[in-house]
């Protein structure tokens, strides 16, 4: 086991800049997962770990020990890939051992270690099989095998459920769970999904055009994410966004106003230009008597698509007139629309005239120009127009 640690890594193709500076610390055992969109540079930050690529600036270390120049075979790691290249004349054994004959175990320590790590990843029982008389998730899974025996400091995945199909990826996903608690392993995984991301990471490592956007828990990335970019990718449906502007006592969108003490959101002044962003299940349909704490101000729009999941239903909202938008504008961010989730027992139907709010806790603030979040969860001005939480005495001083 050991930690991994990048400092300033940055790698140039040409022109291409494929990573970007990045710097981060992994603990000892800690799950991390480097997620972004394709071409943002997950595999090759992850390839600077393994050896399999030289950074053009930058240096890498696992445990103590600098890494930069070392051959892959030397650092102590082991790579699972999405693509399982298994040798078809050979069988399970053969195939999770191959790596150990090559470094001269004997055959007692040879058969321990196969058998243990068959077992961790229940292959007990078709040591004998040929690859073609395994499914998917079997063959998968020893890949996996072949990476436990080699008994890694590190483990490093590259999308390695990414050729499975959508039951068997979220049954394998657990089972990298179980397997990273069993063994306690660092890993760093690679992938583009983000609800995999989610689920198994201790913490997930956000990317961007080779710039590492945010580091944290998955769920600190959900509530707080650091910028605009973390705001759209983590959370599926995404998070509206909405231009606007702080003006006074407000926030002020095309559509609508929310009530803001903008001293409660550092470093802005009234005339800044902000990107509102509030996620579908924190916009609800105003019933008068809120269910949650503090909503807005009630908004009126129209409902134009509905889509039931089942869990929940997703309804697309029109706001305003709704006939403003260019047909070239990203329904995405176009300021007229805004996306709600609600229960499946929720009676709607499309272009149906409501009133919706917003809960206030979680609406968020970015900065216009350069993405960065300002606040997560806004506050109002109380009715004496004092900041909330202070007393009269130091409000009046
Ligand atoms: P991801 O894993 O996030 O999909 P990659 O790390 O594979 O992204 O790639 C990041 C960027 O670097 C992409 O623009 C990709 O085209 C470029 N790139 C990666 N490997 C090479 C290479 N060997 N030669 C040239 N460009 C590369």
Known sequence: MARVRLENITKRYGDVVAVDDVSLEIEDGEF????????????????????????SEGRVYIGDDEVTDLAPKDR??????????????????????????????????????????ADIVQLEGMLD??????????????AIARAIVRNPDVFLMDEPLANLDAKLRVHMRTELQRLHRELGTTVIYVTHDQA????????????????????????????EPANLFVAGFIGSPSMNFADAKLVAGGVETDHFVVELDHRNVPGASVGDAVTLGVRPEDVHLATGAESIAHP??????????????????????????????????????????????????????????VEVVLDRSNVHLFDATTGEALVH?????????REPGTTSTEADS
């Open 129 to 142: 099989r040929m690859p073609d008389e395994l499914s998917g998730g079997q063959r998968q899974r020893v």
């Open 32 to 55: 991390v997962t480097f997620v972004g969109p394709s071409g943002c540079g997950k595999s090759t930050t992850m390839e600077t770990v393994a050896g399999l690529t030289r950074p």
């Open 377 to 385: 969860g806004i506050t109002d001005l109380d009715s004496s127009g």
């Open 296 to 353: 807005t101000d009630a908004i009126g729009a129209r409902t134009d698509v509905l889509e039931p999941m089942g869990d929940e239903i997703f309804v697309y909202l029109v706001l305003g007139d709704g006939d403003a938008r260019s047909m070239e504008e990203d329904p995405a961010t176009a300021s007229d629309q805004l996306l709600m989730s609600v229960t499946p027992e929720t009676e709607l139907r499309e272009e149906q005239s």
């Open 76 to 117: 102590g790691v082991a790579m699972v890939f999405q693509n399982i290249a298994l040798f078809p004349h050979m069988d399970v054994f053969e195939n999770i051992s191959f790596g150990l004959r090559l470094r001269t175990y004997d055959d007692e320590e040879i058969n321990r270690r196969v058998e243990g790590a």
């Open 196 to 223: 995999e991301a989610m689920t198994m990471s201790d913490r997930i490592a956000v990317l961007d055009e080779g710039g590492l956007q945010q580091i944290a828990p998955p769920l600190t990335c959900y509530n």
